[in-house]
């Protein structure tokens, strides 16, 4: 089964911009939908944006939609977040998550396999 480690996060100004990356230990993560969510402190985990496997579908919350875009690298086996315009409500714990097949659902309990999850924190 795909392995995911996130790297990436860390502490940044509102206004500033971050990028995720999310490595994936398997050939066949070609044929994976990936996406990411995130989860703060007393709420639950959201989804943030989702890519199908030839990177040509894209989709987003409406809360982050023109700030963040997700994109990925079949040939090294990873999945960007690039987080622009970062928000102090954007502060979360970011996890990337994979699922076989092509429908980029945006519910967690659709996908099968998640990462460790990265901190992002956006303060001044």
């Known amino acids: 089964q795909v392995r995911l480690v996130e790297s990436g996060g860390g502490l940044v100004q509102p206004g500033g911009s971050l990028r995720l990356s999310c490595a994936a230990s398997?050939?066949?993560?070609?044929?994976?939908?990936m996406a990411w969510f995130r989860q703060a402190p007393g709420k639950e985990r959201e989804f943030v944006a989702s890519?199908?496997?030839?990177?040509?579908?894209?989709y987003y919350a409406d809360s982050v939609k023109g700030r963040f875009t997700i994109s990925r690298n079949n040939a090294n086996d990873t999945v960007l977040l690039q987080m622009d315009s970062l928000k102090p409500g954007d502060t979360a714990v970011y996890y990337c998550?994979?699922?076989?097949?092509?429908?980029?659902?945006?519910?967690?309990?659709?996908?099968?396999?998640w990462g460790q999850g990265t901190q992002v924190t956006v303060s001044s």
């Open positions: 398997e050939r066949t993560f070609s044929t994976y939908v």
């Open positions: 998550a994979a699922r076989p097949g092509i429908v980029a659902y945006r519910t967690t309990r659709e996908y099968d396999v």
């Open positions: 890519i199908r496997w030839s990177g040509d579908n894209t």
